[in-house]
């Protein structure tokens, strides 16, 4: 018997439906076996479809994106009423995603800066028609409703995503790894000794040798190695967009530790390397990350 699925795209870019999509024919394995009840970015489906549901009568569901808008958090909490089990699909469901770096600014200075000074502005005005209305920060989903499976990526792999559908369907346990991209990653690593960083895009990085002992920033290290190392096998540093692995706390704290010990640099010099740091260190879960909190906290928010 088919299980019956639904999958919900918050604030996001699509890629996580796209990483379903990009299954090619080995969605004939799949499809057969789900029922497909809401999937609004491929199907004419309405949110109105998805409400009238019984709640917990779809087997599985996935959501992606996180909630920036008023509208986003209302379908999240709708999709965990209706689902069984619900899975946080990709990293900005789990951790908030790249528009969680916008968690360093009040939402005033944020509309302001988005409709009102951005150097493309002709018409400076914060529209308050027919809009959704915007949550004062972004909150990882987990924080928000029950989340019992989470399958991160800046999107998944197709793999992931088809290994993590077969084992729901199986009833198996799809488990996070521990492992890091190092852990996957072909390059020759040796003992580290690094005296300056660049950016990408100065010198060229060497094939067949560890990125980070280059002197690029690589987040392999620190980074959830599910991905197969697909970006330093093709000598492109890692950005993280994984996150951490389950057994990390804080993803930019192990980061900033593990370079602080292979750097021979001062301080001073070290920090001067990273004009970004929490866009260099939190690409994509600076909303789950201890500064995201502090900084709620500073604004009187609860995160």
């Known amino acids: 018997m088919a299980k019956r699925i639904a999958l919900a795209q918050l604030s996001s870019c699509w890629g996580c439906d796209q990483s379903l999509v990009d299954l090619h024919l080995g969605l004939l394995d799949v499809l057969p076996k789900l029922d ?19 709640n917990r009568s779809v087997h599985i569901g996935m959501v992606e994106g996180s909630c920036r808008t008023k509208e986003d958090l209302h379908l999240l909490k709708v999709m965990r009423e209706k ?25 005033k200075e944020l509309l302001e800066r988005k409709f009102i000074q951005a150097e493309t502005v002709t018409d400076p005005r914060i529209p308050d028609e027919n809009m959704p209305g915007f949550t004062e920060h972004i909150t990882p989903n ?13 999107p998944p792999t197709s793999e992931n995503t088809l290994d993590a559908l077969t084992a729901l369907l199986t009833n ?33 990085i060497e094939a067949g040798k560890c990125i980070l002992d280059q002197g690029y920033l690589c987040l392999g290290f620190a980074t ?3 991905c197969g190392a697909q970006c330093p096998s093709v000598t492109t540093p890692c950005k993280g967009c994984f996150g951490p692995t389950p057994i990390m706390s804080d ?16 301080p001073e010099e070290l920090k001067g390397s990273f004009p970004d740091p929490i866009g260099s260190f939190y690409f994509t879960d600076y909303a ?11 604004r009187g928010q609860e995160h």
């Open 224 to 226: 959830m190695g599910l």
């Open 251 to 266: 993803h930019g704290a192990k980061i900033i530790s593990a370079l602080g010990a292979v750097a021979e640099m001062e």
């Open 142 to 154: 987990p924080q928000i409703v029950e989340c019992d499976v989470l399958l991160p990526g800046c």
């Open 172 to 204: 198996k346990p799809f488990d996070l790894p521990t492992k890091t991209v190092c852990d996957q990653c072909p390059m020759e690593r040796k003992e580290k000794h690094i005296k300056k960083f660049k950016r990408n895009y100065e010198g060229n």
């Open 288 to 298: 789950a990350s201890y500064l995201s909190k502090m900084r709620g906290k500073e």
């Open 83 to 107: 689902c069984k089990t619900l899975v946080a699909w990709g990293s900005c469901s789990i951790f908030g995603g790249v528009q969680g770096l916008a968690n360093q600014w009040d939402l």
């Open 36 to 54: 497909i009840v809401f999937w609004p970015t491929v199907v004419d489906y309405k949110l109105a479809d998805l409400e009238a549901l019984p």
